[in-house]
């Protein structure tokens, strides 16, 4: 087996793990970064707890798990393509940089650049191949939201024309009570599927590619962090004991935690640009609050939310991002290791 698969089927494997045990945060998250919210109507109904409370109350302990089965998949596609092609070009970065040395160009070592031109050529790749699962996983998770809406609208809507034909009050009760009882429940990847399909053909799969490529820099930032932290680490302790040493599992996550926290913070806004696309747009029937692109979105949440739109939920996407990416940082590298002892005993 070559490096670089026992660096995707690391990768993949760590990524499950990371995803499970940080789900139902990602699904409030989500939740939290396409809940359109006007510049002045800001309260504590956005916060991961309420959110979380809330979730449990509509939908059970299950519905923070919506989604759970395609994002998993996601997960497993996503890191394994990620890491396998990650380390295709690292190799083929510390190859180059080792004939420079030899040409007597530089130390050998892999310079913050092109650290940046490996992640983000992985990345590029990865969010082109597995878009498709992503947008199914966003619509998944904000599905009731979205129907919520949808009937509160309709109920505002209702509201209204009694109040300009006059409708008897019975008749108002009877109405209402008919609209209340229809209650959004969540639904399959089929259905997700066929809805994107509906809306906006095979191309709809792509949704949201657009910020989604340029939040490549995310994970590049992300890796460019870490692997300077580890040489440094390991060049340090090379320098106190004579001999490379390997950093510890402890160590790994401190270090993947740093590197995750310092990408979220910078790439954010992209990440709910991304969210906002690819949830379902027919929110409320109000036409500021659907997006036709990237752009569009953009304009409408300046306009209509302000700039702190940009950051809805980001510290529980700080909470659970830098959690989760330490946890996949901390399970990919000792299962590399593992790897290379049984590579070694064969």
Same mark, same amino acid.
């Given at each position: 087996?070559?490096?670089?698969?026992?660096?995707?089927?690391?990768?993949?494997?760590?990524?499950?793990?990371?995803?499970?045990?940080?789900?139902?945060?990602?699904?409030?998250?989500?939740?939290?970064?396409?809940?359109?919210?006007? !510049? &002045? =109507? /800001?309260?504590?109904?956005?916060?991961?707890? $309420?959110?979380? +409370?809330? *979730?449990?109350?509509?939908? #059970?302990? @299950?519905?923070?798990?919506?989604?759970?089965?395609?994002?998993?998949?996601?997960?497993?596609?996503?890191?394994?393509?990620?890491?396998?092609?990650?380390?295709?070009?690292?190799?083929?970065?510390?190859?180059?940089?080792?004939?420079?040395? !030899? &040409? =007597? /160009?530089?130390?050998?070592?892999?310079?913050? $650049?092109?650290? +940046?031109? *490996?992640?983000?050529?992985? #990345?590029? @790749?990865?969010?082109?191949?597995?878009?498709?699962?992503?947008?199914?996983?966003?619509?998944?998770?904000?599905?009731?939201?979205?129907?919520?809406?949808?009937?509160?609208?309709?109920?505002?809507?209702?509201?209204?024309?009694?109040?300009?034909?006059?409708?008897?009050?019975?008749?108002?009760?009877?109405?209402?009570?008919? +609209?209340?009882?229809?209650?959004?429940?969540?639904?399959?990847?089929?259905?997700?599927?066929?809805?994107?399909?509906?809306?906006?053909?095979?191309?709809?799969?792509?949704?949201?590619?657009?910020?989604?490529?340029?939040?490549?820099?995310?994970?590049?930032?992300?890796?460019?962090?870490?692997?300077?932290?580890?040489?440094?680490?390991?060049?340090?302790?090379?320098?106190?004991?004579?001999?490379?040493?390997?950093?510890?599992?402890?160590?790994?996550?401190?270090?993947?935690?740093?590197?995750?926290?310092?990408?979220?913070?910078?790439?954010?806004?992209?990440?709910?640009?991304?969210?906002?696309?690819?949830?379902?747009?027919?929110?409320?029937?109000?036409?500021?609050?659907?997006?036709?692109?990237?752009?569009?979105?953009?304009?409408?949440?300046?306009?209509?939310?302000?700039?702190?739109?940009?950051?809805?939920?980001?510290?529980?996407?700080?909470?659970?991002?830098?959690?989760?990416?330490?946890?996949?940082?901390?399970?990919?590298?000792?299962?590399?290791?593992?790897?290379?002892?049984?590579?070694?005993?064969?």
């Amino acid at each position: 087996m070559s490096s670089a698969l026992a660096n995707g089927l690391a990768g993949a494997g760590g990524g499950i793990i990371a995803q499970v045990s940080t789900y139902p945060l990602q699904i409030v998250n989500t939740r939290q970064q396409t809940e359109r919210v006007a !510049k &002045k =109507g /800001r309260d504590s109904r956005g916060s991961a707890l $309420f959110q979380i +409370l809330q *979730v449990v109350r509509n939908e #059970g302990l @299950l519905g923070l798990y919506s989604g759970l089965k395609p994002s998993l998949l996601g997960t497993t596609v996503s890191q394994g393509v990620y890491y396998y092609f990650y380390q295709v070009f690292k190799n083929k970065a510390e190859a180059i940089a080792s004939a420079n040395k !030899k &040409k =007597g /160009r530089g130390d050998g070592s892999v310079g913050v $650049f092109s650290w +940046l031109v *490996v992640a983000a050529l992985a #990345g590029s @790749l990865n969010v082109l191949l597995t878009n498709p699962i992503w947008i199914l996983v966003t619509r998944m998770q904000t599905h009731t939201q979205a129907e919520r809406k949808i009937l509160e609208a309709k109920r505002q809507s209702l509201l209204k024309e009694a109040s300009e034909n006059h409708f008897t009050a019975a008749s108002l009760e009877a109405k209402l009570s008919e +609209l209340d009882s229809s209650k959004p429940h969540p639904y399959g990847t089929f259905q997700a599927a066929r809805e994107i399909y509906d809306e906006s053909g095979v191309i709809g799969f792509w949704k949201g590619v657009i910020p989604a490529l340029i939040m490549v820099s995310n994970p590049s930032i992300q890796f460019m962090i870490y692997e300077s932290l580890s040489k440094q680490l390991r060049t340090k302790r090379a320098a106190k004991k004579k001999y490379v040493q390997n950093i510890t599992a402890w160590e790994v996550f401190v270090i993947g935690a740093f590197a995750k926290l310092g990408a979220t913070v910078s790439t954010y806004p992209l990440l709910v640009v991304k969210s906002r696309l690819q949830a379902k747009q027919e929110i409320g029937g109000n036409i500021s609050l659907r997006y036709s692109g990237t752009a569009d979105a953009v304009i409408k949440m300046i306009c209509h939310e302000g700039f702190r739109s940009f950051y809805q939920g980001m510290r529980t996407k700080i909470v659970q991002s830098v959690f989760a990416a330490s946890v996949l940082f901390m399970v990919k590298e000792e299962l590399v290791k593992l790897y290379a002892v049984l590579a070694n005993r064969s």
